[in-house]
């Protein structure tokens, strides 16, 4: 499945080419593992910062697409793995969350076991390409902190830059109403799931304007957006029968069918 840019030329997204996950998902994120690795693929961005890890499927998405597209980026993942998580402890999350991004991509990302205040002050202004966040910040009980945070974190990001966020709430509830004012003042593109997720691109740059993905998610015209939501509810159930039968057992049956089709 292809989707089609205003000029007419053929877009296939990079994860439906070559992704396959390496952190394979522990929780309800796969479903946006490869809308994260084509945004970073897109963007090309100098600097990303990951906030509110856990298992770290969507950051190291991230940092897979930096290393199979060739990117000059360095990467920083914040969070304190405070709350437990199945049968890993907060510790336990952190332990094997560094462990396996010293393992393989030691050389651009970098951990920090802070919280998002803090997690400020590591930053200039202006100077993040991406920022993903894992999840509204756990441990910050005012809705008003929340939003604030999120304010002075957008104040990092670069005019044009990208915030990806993997769950904007439901209808009704407090992340979601945050988010719709965040729509307000910039452009968004929102994939619709079990959690939706919400990807903004600040006003005022021009980071990325060479990208057809970019210029599909935040190009004003619905049916792209809509054939882009398509797309990629295509790439999750790709990703997830792939993890289901086993890589392997997967690319038997990729071949089998395309001789069949020959």
Same mark, same amino acid.
Request: aromatic residues 12%.
């Given at each position: 499945? %292809?989707?089609?840019?205003?000029? =007419? ?9 070559? @992704? ?5 998902? +522990?929780?309800? /994120? ?5 809308? &994260? ?17 856990? /298992?770290? %499927? ?6 897979? &697409? ?7 980026? *360095?990467?920083? &993942?914040?969070? +304190? /793995? $405070? ?18 991004? +010293?393992?393989?991509?030691? #050389? ?11 997690? *400020?002050?590591? @930053?200039?202004? &202006? ?21 604030? *945070?999120?304010? !002075?974190?957008?104040? $990092? ?21 945050? /988010?719709?004012?965040? %729509?307000?003042?910039?452009? =968004? ?12 691109? !600040? =006003? ?6 060479? #990208? ?5 998610? @935040? ?6 957006? !809509? ?7 295509? %790439? #999750? ?6 993890? *289901? ?6 690319? +038997? ?10």
């Amino acid at each position: 499945m %292809a989707a089609v840019a205003s000029d =007419t030329s053929v877009y296939l997204p990079p994860s439906l080419r070559r @992704f396959h996950p390496v952190r394979v998902p +522990r929780w309800e /994120w796969n479903e946006h593992l490869a809308l &994260a690795y084509d945004l970073v693929e897109a963007l090309r961005p100098r600097l990303l910062v990951g906030l509110g890890m856990h /298992w770290g %499927a969507s950051y190291y998405a991230c940092c897979q &697409a930096v290393l199979e597209n060739d990117l000059d980026t *360095l990467c920083y &993942a914040i969070s +304190r /793995w $405070k709350e437990p998580r199945g049968s890993f402890g907060g510790n336990d999350l952190h332990d094997n969350f560094v462990a396996h991004g +010293r393992d393989r991509y030691n #050389s651009f990302a970098y951990v920090l076991r802070w919280g998002p205040a803090r997690g *400020l002050q590591h @930053f200039s202004p &202006a100077t993040v390409d991406f920022i993903h966040l894992g999840e509204y910040f756990e441990g910050e009980a005012a809705s008003s902190n929340v939003a604030t *945070l999120i304010g !002075k974190w957008l104040d $990092k990001l670069r005019p044009g830059g990208v915030f990806m966020v993997h769950d904007i709430g439901q209808p009704g509830s407090e992340s979601h109403d945050l /988010w719709g004012q965040l %729509a307000e003042e910039h452009e =968004t593109f929102v994939m619709p799931g079990e959690p939706a997720a919400g990807v903004l691109r !600040k =006003t005022g740059g021009d980071i990325g304007d060479d #990208s057809p993905l970019l210029r599909m998610l @935040f190009g004003g015209n619905p049916d792209e957006q !809509k054939t882009m939501q398509a797309l990629y509810r295509h %790439a #999750s159930g790709y990703l997830e029968l792939e993890y *289901l039968v086993g890589e392997e057992e997967f690319g +038997r049956m990729r071949q089998d069918r395309e001789e069949s089709e020959g």
